[in-house]
Nanobody
């Protein structure tokens, strides 16, 4: 069973930064989704372990960066210039399949999920 353990959430003022971490017992493609109160869970970013290909949702491009650490089997989400609308529970996720962004943005594409970590951005 693949285990995903997230850390790094918290409360930050608008314009600030946070870095989320997720350690995994297995890696192929790992990413992040988020769910704001009253909204559906949405794709944020994903990275392919081999080669490092990445996809991002348009709303975070230029502000968020997803990266990986091979030695630690960890994926990170560096979030800069945070906005109140970034407030959500962020979930780490993993999948054994890689495809175009239209597939990778669907939560049903992913087999494994973490428990989630809260990110709150105050205005």
């Amino acid at each position: 069973q693949v285990q995903l353990v997230e850390s790094g959430g918290g409360l930050v003022q608008a314009g600030g930064s946070l870095r989320l971490s997720c350690r995994s017992s297995w890696t192929y493609a790992m990413g992040w989704f988020r769910q704001a109160p009253g909204k559906e869970r949405e794709f944020v970013a994903v990275i392919k372990w081999s080669g490092g290909s990445t996809y991002y949702v348009n709303s975070v491009k230029g502000r968020f960066t997803i990266s990986r650490d091979d030695a630690k089997n960890a994926v990170y989400l560096q979030m800069n210039s945070l906005k109140p609308e970034d407030t959500a529970v962020y979930y780490c996720t993993a999948t054994a399949r890689w495809n175009t962004i239209s597939f990778m943005m669907g939560e049903n594409w992913y087999e494994y999920w973490g428990q989630g970590t809260q990110v709150s951005v105050s205005s």
